[in-house]
């Protein structure tokens, strides 16, 4: 069965990278997944629930926040399937909640390192490979409704998700000339396991203060990336898609 092209995402072990992974590999691409130590096995499970579906696969633990682990994942990519032609660069952490007298340094460097720097690095080296194969590509981020609007106690977060957006938009610029679009989702409050002990009180607001009196599942934002790599879209560039549930109308 030929293949699409070949697809990397990053914190693809669980949640939206998870079903994301799993609906391009529906959409007909070979799907190379990241994600840290901790979640090898679901990264294992992942790559097997991948390839029954007939398409390549392999796992790739890493670091998104560090450069050489960056490089070095993007180039091993390419080496075991042969190109790199979507990047989604997934991966993030909410940090601790907390007022901004409270925030530590080390808490505000590891959630900009992690959301920001390492989508950055993502866009670079993903960058460098499609330029060099010369038949553009798509590349897409992770930002947030906290990259939309900032909110209390979320202020490394919002930071982090507002840089996505500045990211997208200045990558776009440089990379179009190379038929690369980039591209960021935006989503409001989906349900995974990120929501955490707080999950039933998050979705009793959300749901009210939501048009459509609810909230997503990864599934929505698998589907948005999933038009987001077709030829349909290629047109669309340097945008950050709320995707939200009618939360808030950009």
Sequence with gaps: MSSKGVVLVTGAAQGIGR?????LADDGFDVAVNDISNNSEKLDALVNEIQEKGRASSKYVADVSQ?????TMVDDVV??????DVMVANAGITGITAPLTEISTDNWDRVMNINARGTFLCYKYAGIQMIKQGR???IIGASSIAGKQGFTMGESYCASKFAVRGLTQAAALELGPHGITVNAYAPGVIDTTILGA???TIVEHFTKTSALKKIGVPEDISALVSFLVSKEAQFI???SISINGGVFFD
């Design 19 to 23: 079903s994301i992974a799993l609906r």
């Design 67 to 71: 450069d050489e682990q960056v490089k």
């Design 79 to 84: 080496a075991r399937h042969g190109s790199l």
């Design 136 to 138: 553009g590509g798509r």
């Design 198 to 200: 707080a999950r039933d």
């Design 237 to 239: 560039t340097g945008q």
